[in-house]
């Protein structure tokens, strides 16, 4: 499941999923979303992943879980009812689900105006239909959406995520997609969001053996698609990079040095009250050092 903004934190699937790693020598786990708290700001990643504070629900993180729910859903229809009508008909419905199913976001809304509520929906009809400008789905039939992966690197560190979508063409050609339902990044900001592709990549490649055809970003905010041919050279690359992020949060971990780096991202850091860069305190470190495997994967349906 990100624009500019800082994605939620999620629950772990760990905890009601059997993997395929089980049993296997893990030294911890790290996703692209915890990945790029700590490349961003290693104290957004202690605050989230060692302290494990909770931040407010958001309409944007709930548009795009809503609008995430339907594009999944609606592969489940035949093809020819895979219509922009369909799904717009759909929003109401899975904005109860995800209501349900998420009590953080159940009360998004109250004591809003009621025309606020109404009005967040017309902007999630509004994502949904530029989506159908940028993809045919009566011509899709995904292999998979909303796919649970995680591979063991030789060190021990799980790798683990959400795909949203797979896309295997007749000649076995992969496609990994993901939809952000906000804008593209700017001009030199696209890297974050390749590297959540790239990794998502290098966990398909070292299950399967086959490295991915094609990296496909759907920005349903502006209508942009962003796309990127791996090759075997970037994926080493990239695990590289994931160890090494890993040793740096290892190292924070030990130390306890947890430093702030403000950017524009501080905008959107639901801790500034925290922060010192803000002029705040962060609380004391848990007793236990917080979780042992403290990273979680985006859960399904986020925009991270
Ligand atoms: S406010 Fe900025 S510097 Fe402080 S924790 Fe959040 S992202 Fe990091």
Do not use: N
Request: proline share 10%.
């Amino acid at each position: 499941m990100a624009t500019a903004s800082v994605p939620p934190v999620t629950t772990s699937p760990a905890d009601r999923l059997s993997t395929p790693v089980d049993g296997e020598r893990v030294v911890g786990a790290l996703s692209p979303s915890r990945a790029g708290d700590f490349l961003a700001c290693p104290l957004l990643y202690r605050f989230r992943s060692i302290d494990r504070l909770p931040e407010p629900p958001s309409p944007d993180a709930a548009r795009g879980t809503v609008v995430h729910k339907v594009l999944e859903d609606l592969f489940e229809r035949p093809a020819a009812e895979r219509t922009p009508e369909v799904a717009d008909g759909m929003l109401a419905a899975a904005w109860e689900r995800v209501r349900a199913e998420r009590p953080e976001l159940a009360g998004l809304f109250d004591g809003a105006a009621p025309e606020q509520e109404a009005r967040w929906l017309r902007s999630c009809s509004t994502v949904l239909a530029r989506w159908f400008t940028l993809e045919d789905p009566t011509r899709l039939e995904p292999a998979e959406r909303e796919h649970y992966v995680e591979a063991v690197l030789d060190s021990g560190l799980l790798l683990r995520g959400f795909i949203d979508r797979l896309d295997v063409a007749p000649d076995g050609a992969v496609r990994v997609v993901d939809y952000k339902t906000g804008r593209a990044p700017g001009p030199g900001f696209e890297a974050g969001a390749l590297f959540q592709m790239r990794f998502y990549a290098l966990v398909l490649w070292r299950t399967t053996g086959v490295v991915p055809a094609m990296l496909q970003l759907v920005y349903l905010g502006d209508g942009t698609v962003v796309r990127y041919e791996p090759d075997e050279h970037d994926l080493r690359a990239t695990e590289r990079k994931v160890e090494a992020v890993w040793a740096a949060i290892s190292l924070a971990r030990a130390s306890g040095d947890w430093r702030p780096s403000p950017s524009r991202l501080c905008g959107w850091c639901a801790h500034q009250a925290l922060c010192p860069a803000f002029g705040g305190t962060p609380p004391p470190l848990p007793q236990d050092g917080g979780p042992e495997a403290p990273d979680e994967p985006d859960v399904a349906t986020s925009d991270g």
